[in-house]
């Protein structure tokens, strides 16, 4: 195989599995450890990877806000919801943040029958749980954010701490797991789920395959905050059994 060659297999290699190893590449391409280092600056020059210790990882992508019109339910979210309504007990107080997870999750408690008090800031969901009858919603208001999907606003972060909820479910626009940080694209989201995080006896995190390779603008947690995480996972079993191992519940 050529050295061109090389670079393109091992960018093919970096996309499918996310992370690559120098000793794994050296013996796949029968060449040294030296060669595969230089490799992987060449690419990372050229901003295909990143370097890290011992190999490389894909970079993270930070996707661009698009309309909450365009906005559509992957099959991902409702497993993801499926899974979340196991972790659900008759007349608990939960809340439920902007997510499509968690408009997914709205619909299993309609479907469900179950007795909830539901606290949200989404739009979508309060409409969804408002044919529940055996469901109290309450939607903190305050400003409309720019998507128009949802409240956070100096005033909904103020009634979210003024409440208590026995479960809370939480998206994020990016998920690092090498590095714990959870992400979401503004600040004045992040403040939000940091309010409620605080108030929170088990905090929940969807997290869909996808989120672990892209990235916000705003850090507003760390794994370490969160009861568990609800994933689709398949590629990060190595990485989730750490996370197990340091006290996060990982269901998949």
Do not use: C
């Not at 899974?83 to 999750?105: H, N, P, Y």
């Not at 600040?187 to 995190?205: I, N, P, R, T």
């Not at 190595?238 to 269901?251: D, H, M, P, R, S």
């Amino acid at each position: 195989m050529f050295a061109k060659e090389r670079l393109e297999d091992i960018v093919k290699q970096v996309e499918q599995d996310h992370r690559v190893y120098v000793h794994d590449l050296a013996n796949r391409y029968g060449v040294s450890e030296d060669s595969i280092r230089k490799d992987l600056t060449a690419l990372e020059k050229e901003g295909k990877l990143k370097k890290v210790y011992g190999g490389a990882v894909s970079l993270r992508r930070n996707p661009h806000l698009y309309s909450s019109k365009d906005r559509k339910r992957s099959l991902a979210s409702h497993k993801l919801a499926e899974k979340a309504m196991g972790l659900l007990t008759e007349g608990e107080r939960i809340f439920l943040d902007i997510s499509l997870s968690s408009e997914a999750l709205a619909e299993e408690i309609v479907s469900s029958g179950l007795r909830l008090t539901v606290y949200t800031n989404m739009l979508k969901v309060a409409e969804i749980l408002s044919e529940a009858d055996r469901v109290d919603v309450t939607l903190f208001a305050g400003k409309l954010n720019r998507e128009r999907d949802g409240f956070w606003s100096s005033s909904a972060v103020e009634q979210a701490r003024r409440f208590r909820y026995d479960q809370a479910f939480f998206g994020a626009v990016g998920i690092d797991l090498e590095t714990g940080a959870v992400s979401t694209y503004e600040e004045e989201d992040g403040l939000m789920k940091q309010a409620v995080l605080s108030q929170a006896g088990h905090a929940w995190l969807f997290a869909e395959e996808k989120k672990f390779s892209e990235e916000g603008d705003y850090i507003y947690a760390d794994l370490t905050r969160f009861t568990g995480m609800i994933t689709d996972g398949t590629s990060y079993e190595a990485k989730f059994a750490v996370l197990e191992q340091n006290g996060l519940e990982v269901i998949r």
